[in-house]
């Protein structure tokens, strides 16, 4: 099973840009399938993007769609959220996960990151 561990949060002002970091431990990264989820105060958290095992396939929720881009690089074993354009309403925690092989709930998650955006 890995390990997740999330970095690249921060303060932007809107329209700004950031990306995040997703670091998996162990040998089985490629194995997983990776999503980007995140929470803000008051609100349950929410499904922003995934990546499948292969890389081939990635989901993202309409509201970042056009602006967040999910990727992996599994010589690396870390996925990456890039985040451009960023809202005042994309302030959250944002958690990084995985599932085996593509299959059923996330069931290994990250501390979180906090992404804070000013207006």
């Known amino acids: 099973q890995v390990q997740l561990a999330e970095s690249g949060g921060g303060l932007v002002q809107a329209g700004g840009s950031l990306r995040l970091s997703c670091a998996a431990s162990g040998r089985t990264f490629s194995a997983y399938g990776y999503g980007w989820f995140r929470q803000a105060p008051g609100k349950e958290r929410e499904f922003v993007a995934r990546?499948?095992?292969?890389?081939?396939?990635?989901v993202y929720a309409d509201s970042v769609k056009g602006r967040f881009t999910i990727s992996r690089d599994n010589a690396k074993n870390t996925v990456y959220l890039q985040m451009n354009n960023l809202k005042p309403e994309d302030t959250a925690v944002y958690f990084c996960?995985?599932?085996?092989?593509?299959?059923?709930?996330?069931?290994?998650w990250g501390q979180g990151t906090q992404v804070t955006v000013s207006s």
């Open positions: 990546i499948t095992s292969s890389g081939g396939i990635t």
């Open positions: 996960a995985a599932r085996h092989r593509d299959l059923g709930q996330y069931d290994v």
